[in-house]
């Protein structure tokens, strides 16, 4: 009985890490400077981005530098479902965020202002699972459009980096 207990448990256990992995968005994100490209205006000096598992969505914190030392930050919880959702920071609200997940590596993310566009993140991550490019779209204020390309490099896995080789089998044979 402790045998399938033990099982049981392990099982639960591991269809739960399965079910975070299936994110390939989850965990923390530093932005490669050198490999970016960013209009001298808006290239930050460096980037975090952290994204954890919430509902059927994800909770995005995000830290940006600039050269100079200004600072920003950006959470907001947002499910793949199109809707929109309020993003805040530390000097308040943002343009509200809606995401669309286009295929099992690509989230389409579409800021809006005054019900349009104000620009548009695709954020695709790579095969490895290991680089993330956000290529955003956007508007400067004469109008023209702006394209911004964001190389990101994962840094931290949203399951603390769990190695399967560290369960004890043997709990699951009886000895």
Same mark, same amino acid.
């Given at each position: 009985?402790?045998?399938?207990?033990?099982?049981?448990?392990?099982? =639960?256990?591991?269809?739960?890490?399965? =079910? &975070? /992995?299936? #994110?390939?968005? &989850?965990?923390?994100?530093?932005?490669?400077?050198?490999?970016?490209?960013?209009?001298?205006?808006?290239?930050?000096?460096?980037?975090?981005?952290?994204?954890?598992? /919430?509902?059927?969505?994800?909770? !995005?914190?995000?830290?940006?530098?600039?050269?100079?030392?200004?600072?920003?930050?950006?959470?907001?919880?947002?499910?793949? #479902?199109?809707?929109?959702?309020?993003?805040?920071?530390?000097?308040?609200?943002?343009?509200?965020?809606?995401?669309?997940?286009?295929?099992?590596?690509?989230?389409?993310?579409? !800021?809006?202002?005054?019900?349009?566009?104000?620009?548009?993140?695709?954020? /695709? +991550?790579?095969?490895?699972?290991?680089?993330?490019?956000?290529?955003?779209?956007?508007? #400067?204020?004469?109008?023209?459009?702006?394209?911004?390309?964001? +190389? !990101?490099?994962?840094?931290?896995?949203?399951?603390?980096?769990?190695?399967?080789?560290?369960?004890?089998?043997? =709990?699951?044979?009886?000895?």
């Amino acid at each position: 009985m402790r045998v399938i207990r033990n099982f049981v448990a392990i099982a =639960l256990f591991l269809s739960t890490v399965s =079910l &975070l /992995a299936e #994110d390939p968005f &989850l965990g923390r994100w530093a932005l490669d400077v050198q490999r970016s490209k960013y209009s001298s205006r808006t290239r930050p000096k460096q980037m975090t981005i952290e994204m954890s598992a /919430a509902g059927h969505g994800i909770h !995005y914190h995000s830290e940006t530098q600039f050269p100079g030392g200004r600072t920003i930050s950006a959470d907001y919880t947002a499910e793949y #479902d199109g809707k929109p959702a309020i993003v805040l920071s530390a000097r308040g609200m943002l343009l509200p965020v809606s995401l669309k997940r286009t295929a099992p590596n690509v989230v389409v993310a579409t !800021y809006t202002s005054g019900f349009q566009a104000a620009a548009t993140s695709r954020r /695709a +991550i790579s095969a490895n699972s290991r680089v993330m490019t956000v290529t955003t779209t956007s508007q #400067d204020v004469s109008g023209k459009t702006v394209t911004n390309v964001g +190389i !990101y490099r994962k840094v931290h896995s949203p399951d603390g980096s769990f190695d399967l080789s560290r369960i004890r089998t043997d =709990l699951l044979v009886p000895k």
